[in-house]
């Protein structure tokens, strides 16, 4: 197990689930907006957004309150429905009670979920699913600087069943939709990334966990 790489690429995997989970959770604020808008790696990831004309036409109020945020609304609270089981259900209704699929293995990995706090009504939104995705990596890399190969081994095997099971089962039709009908570079952007970053991702947990439980055997 090279730990470094192991490390940094757990890292990186951290703060792209970190920002997604955010983009997708509740509006745009300032302290967002520089987090994006001051790192150029992560400007890049938005290439859109980054050449948008209205980005340096405007003042950032005006951008938030009259584009921005507006869209997100569109998107997640009125015209699309951002909830695993509205996806998977027969009759697409949304699950907000002890029966909802997350709600198991949340509990198990002691994943608290304050729905009020996040403004969601179900655990299963998908701005929630990707926290826990983060929530997951941290914890990995705790057993990487730990240099515990089995928690590691056990984590990614988690991070594997979550994202086949839940996330890879229903948020491309999501972001798909996001992509399609949104009105800003930003959400345009950002479903694209976290589409792209979803199926890159399960393809690297597959492979370093590979990697890593043939080290133990």
Same mark, same amino acid.
């Given at each position: 197990?090279?730990?470094?790489?192991?490390?940094?690429?757990?890292?990186?995997?951290?703060?792209?689930?970190?920002?997604?989970?955010?983009?997708?959770?509740?509006?745009?604020?300032?302290?967002?907006?520089?987090?994006?808008?001051?790192?150029?790696?992560?400007?890049?990831?938005?290439?859109?957004?980054?050449?948008?004309?209205?980005?340096?036409?405007?003042?950032?109020?005006?951008?938030?309150?009259?584009?921005?945020?507006?869209?997100?609304?569109?998107?997640?609270?009125?015209?699309?429905?951002?909830?695993?089981?509205?996806?998977?259900?027969?009759?697409?209704?949304?699950?907000?009670?002890?029966?909802?699929?997350?709600?198991?293995?949340?509990?198990?990995?002691?994943?608290?979920?304050?729905?009020?706090?996040?403004?969601?009504?179900?655990?299963? !939104?998908?701005?929630?699913?990707?926290?826990?995705?983060?929530?997951?990596?941290?914890?990995?890399?705790?057993?990487?600087?730990?240099?515990?190969?089995?928690?590691?081994?056990?984590?990614?095997?988690?991070?594997?069943?979550?994202?086949?099971?839940?996330?890879?089962?229903?948020?491309?039709?999501?972001?798909?939709?996001?992509?399609?009908?949104?009105?800003?570079?930003?959400? !345009?952007?950002?479903?694209?990334?976290?589409?792209?970053?979803?199926?890159?991702?399960?393809?690297?947990?597959?492979?370093?966990?590979?990697?890593?439980?043939?080290?133990?055997?």
């Amino acid at each position: 197990m090279d730990t470094q790489k192991l490390k940094d690429d757990t890292q990186k995997r951290m703060t792209l689930y970190a920002l997604t989970s955010r983009l997708m959770m509740k509006e745009v604020d300032d302290a967002f907006l520089d987090a994006i808008e001051k790192d150029e790696a992560i400007l890049g990831m938005f290439p859109h957004y980054k050449t948008w004309q209205k980005r340096t036409e405007l003042d950032r109020r005006t951008l938030t309150d009259q584009y921005l945020n507006v869209d997100y609304a569109n998107l997640f609270l009125l015209h699309l429905v951002p909830y695993e089981t509205f996806y998977t259900r027969d009759d697409q209704m949304i699950e907000s009670g002890f029966g909802n699929p997350v709600s198991e293995l949340y509990d198990a990995c002691d994943f608290k979920v304050e729905l009020e706090k996040a403004r969601v009504v179900s655990p299963d !939104h998908i701005g929630v699913e990707l926290e826990f995705m983060y929530m997951l990596a941290q914890a990995e890399l705790n057993a990487i600087e730990a240099e515990d190969k089995e928690g590691v081994c056990e984590l990614l095997q988690i991070q594997k069943g979550f994202l086949h099971d839940h996330l890879l089962e229903w948020a491309p039709m999501f972001l798909i939709n996001v992509k399609r009908e949104s009105a800003t570079p930003l959400y !345009h952007d950002g479903a694209e990334l976290t589409l792209e970053w979803l199926l890159s991702d399960y393809e690297y947990v597959n492979e370093t966990l590979q990697a890593i439980c043939a080290e133990l055997q």
